[in-house]
């Protein structure tokens, strides 16, 4: 049986779901694909540190977590090592980045995963910052080194867009990129048409837990932005970054605008729209007033959804309906079974 050693560098609620389901899904894994997965290192910020080359004990950390907030301690793990050390030192076979989007520069991400190409390592990145900031530049170091880098759950979780280019539209070009990939400002937009003002829509939606603790680059754009980066690059393989891109927050938006649209029997959305016309890419996000049978005006909540149009199959519409982490988890798996189906 083969055996793929992974490490982690992030273990917030992306990476405690992906291990969930790799302990879920161990026994289908090793049937399915004649493979175990290995995970020998997890990296977080305040958790501590674990590296074990022999395979750490996923049901125990996952336990402790639950239990204390931290990891197990034990003198034979335990690393005073940072996530840079790993990623360029310890021996796995796939660098998972998981660690939180810095949205200036996308880095250290980006530090992480070219440690990881330059010693051949396959990486599946989460991080949005590496696609969105440094695109080409992982692309050639990952072919320079006979690597690859997948990159499914920095846009709308584990929803297969970047695949469905990948796998199922070869020889197509993609001429547009446009959807509502922030469910966060969905979610407040709808509040803000139901009358509640936005301190009030955020602070229910942290409630809810599906916004963070700080949606300031949400409100601003930013976090689509920089995933609109992300499948520019991915998908046109193109070379820009958020920098390129014009950006309208909806923190701006009133309830005077939304009340005069819906008057029009219109809708209010924050929309992502890339073009790319013989090379020229033309990028923004920002709230945009729909008419009712766009097929954008009807996602609503938390829900999300893309429209890719390409040159040889016209339009397809992706749509996935209130994500939760489980699906951001499932991204970063199909990834890796992706790797490990062609290793």
């Not at 020998?40 to 639950?66: F, P, S, Y």
């Not at 998981?98 to 200036?104: G, V």
Request: hydrophobic letters at 40%; aromatic letters at 4%.
């Amino acid at each position: 049986m083969k055996r793929v050693n992974v490490a982690l560098l992030g273990f917030g609620s992306l990476g405690q779901s992906f291990a969930k389901l790799l302990l879920e899904k161990k026994e289908e894994m090793e049937r399915e694909y004649d493979t175990s997965v290995n995970v020998v290192a997890i990296t977080t910020k305040t958790r501590g540190n674990l590296v074990d080359a022999w395979g750490i004990d996923l049901e125990r950390v996952l336990k402790n977590i639950q239990e204390t907030g931290v990891f197990p301690k034990t003198s034979e793990t335990m690393l005073q090592r940072n996530s840079l050390d790993v990623a360029e030192a310890v021996e796995y076979d796939v660098l998972i980045e998981m660690t939180p989007l810095e949205f200036s520069t996308g880095q250290m991400a980006t530090n992480h995963v070219k440690a990881a190409l330059k010693r051949g390592k396959h990486v599946i990145c989460a991080n949005k910052g590496p696609m969105a900031w440094h695109y080409q530049e992982l692309k050639s170091l990952a072919k320079k080194n006979n690597c690859r880098c997948l990159c499914e759950t920095t846009v709308m979780d584990g929803t297969p867009v970047f695949s469905t280019v990948r796998k199922n539209l070869k020889l197509c070009k993609v001429q547009e990129i446009r959807g509502i990939i922030n469910s966060t400002t969905n979610y407040i937009l709808k509040e803000l048409e139901e009358g509640k003002d936005l301190k009030t829509a955020v602070a229910e939606g942290k409630k809810l837990g599906i916004i963070e603790t700080n949606p300031n680059n949400d409100l601003e754009g930013n976090e689509a932005a920089a995933k609109l980066a992300a499948l520019v690059n991915g998908m046109m393989n193109a070379d820009i970054t958020p920098n390129d891109i014009k950006i309208e927050g909806i923190d701006k938006v009133t309830k005077e605008q939304l009340d005069a649209a819906a008057a029009k029997g219109k809708v209010i959305k924050m929309i992502c729209d890339a073009k790319n016309e013989d090379g020229k890419i033309t990028a923004m996000v920002g709230p945009v007033e729909l008419d009712p049978d766009d097929v954008m005006a009807n996602v609503n909540g938390t829900s999300m959804a893309i429209s890719i149009t390409t040159d040889l199959m016209g339009t397809i519409t992706i749509m996935e309906e209130a994500p939760g982490m489980q699906q951001a988890g499932y991204g970063v798996f199909s990834d890796l079974m992706t790797l490990i189906k062609d290793m």
